[in-house]
């Protein structure tokens, strides 16, 4: 998975559902709002006194069925009551790559997840100003969600470098981290100096699937359909995406 870390069966085409009526927005992680999450059932049918959140970020360029494969995987393993995507605004790591527009990432994001109501998609990333940072994320989601144990899914990739993200030391402090991989990825959490405590990883089949993939068969007119949801195939189709610079 190439963006920092997702399947449920897709809508066939012609039956993508309106924006506007599938969009759950960060409203849904106020405090007023906070009593129906809690009553909601997680993954494995419980109800937790402390509610369990994951947060999915990534660039999704575009978002496909390794990251709902990953989130739900993680969601089941962990027992969470909900996975909160947050596609990224400017991310720090790609600022001379040429990433499609926030918006169509978000809406894509927001069409991907629309059948699964354990997920919802936040746009506190791409509605902050300036550079994207992980710790950055995490505080506003622990400033909107102060209740909850929160569990910040990624790449296992990224891990690599994670003691070199902004502010690293805080992190730990914010949320769990759990890495998702291919099968056979190996990684030596001690050498990346990341403390065992508080990251685990996970190996997720469908993560052989990739966005830069998807991107590039996209460019040269291949079908993408299966590997990301089919409103995401009818969104791409729709605006041109991937056909030409953006």
Same mark, same amino acid.
């Given at each position: 998975?190439?963006?920092?870390?997702?399947?449920?069966?897709?809508?066939?085409?012609?039956?993508?559902?309106?924006?506007?009526?599938?969009?759950?927005?960060?409203?849904?992680?106020?405090?007023?709002?906070?009593?129906?999450?809690?009553?909601?059932?997680?993954?494995?049918?419980?109800?937790?006194?402390?509610?369990?959140?994951?947060?999915?970020?990534?660039?999704?360029?575009?978002?496909?069925?390794?990251?709902?494969?990953? #989130?739900?995987?993680?969601?089941?393993?962990?027992?969470?009551?909900?996975? =909160?995507?947050?596609?990224?605004?400017?991310?720090?790591?790609?600022?001379?790559?040429?990433?499609?527009?926030?918006?169509?990432?978000?809406?894509?994001?927001?069409?991907?997840?629309?059948?699964?109501?354990?997920?919802?998609?936040?746009?506190?990333?791409?509605?902050?100003?300036?550079?994207?940072?992980? =710790?950055?994320?995490?505080?506003?989601?622990?400033?909107?969600?102060?209740?909850?144990?929160?569990?910040?899914?990624?790449?296992?990739? #990224?891990?690599?470098?994670?003691?070199?993200?902004?502010?690293?030391?805080?992190?730990?402090?914010?949320?769990?981290?759990?890495?998702?991989?291919?099968?056979?990825?190996?990684?030596?959490?001690?050498?990346?100096? #990341?403390?065992?405590?508080?990251?685990?990883?996970?190996?997720?089949?469908?993560?052989?699937?990739?966005?830069?993939?998807?991107?590039?068969?996209?460019?040269?007119?291949?079908?993408?359909? %299966?590997?990301?949801?089919?409103?995401?195939?009818? %969104? =791409?189709?729709?605006?041109?995406?991937?056909?030409?610079?953006?």
């Amino acid at each position: 998975m190439d963006d920092a870390g997702s399947g449920r069966a897709g809508r066939g085409p012609g039956n993508t559902p309106p924006v506007g009526a599938s969009e759950r927005s960060m409203s849904d992680l106020s405090s007023e709002t906070g009593v129906r999450h809690r009553k909601r059932l997680s993954a494995r049918g419980n109800r937790h006194d402390i509610p369990r959140v994951g947060i999915m970020g990534g660039t999704f360029d575009p978002i496909h069925n390794g990251h709902l494969v990953a #989130a739900s995987e993680v969601a089941w393993v962990y027992d969470l009551d909900e996975v =909160i995507f947050v596609p990224t605004g400017r991310p720090v790591f790609k600022l001379d790559a040429d990433v499609t527009n926030a918006e169509d990432r978000y809406l894509m994001t927001v069409i991907a997840t629309a059948s699964n109501p354990q997920f919802i998609v936040s746009r506190v990333d791409i509605d902050r100003p300036g550079v994207t940072y992980t =710790i950055d994320t995490l505080r506003d989601i622990r400033q909107l969600r102060p209740d909850a144990e929160l569990f910040f899914i990624t790449g296992a990739d #990224a891990l690599t470098e994670i003691m070199k993200w902004k502010d690293a030391g805080e992190m730990w402090d914010l949320a769990h981290f759990v890495g998702v991989s291919r099968p056979g990825y190996s990684l030596d959490l001690k050498k990346a100096g #990341a403390p065992g405590h508080a990251v685990d990883l996970m190996e997720i089949p469908a993560l052989s699937i990739s966005s830069t993939d998807i991107r590039r068969r996209a460019r040269d007119g291949e079908p993408v359909w %299966y590997l990301v949801p089919d409103g995401v195939v009818q %969104y =791409i189709d729709k605006h041109g995406l991937y056909r030409s610079a953006h």
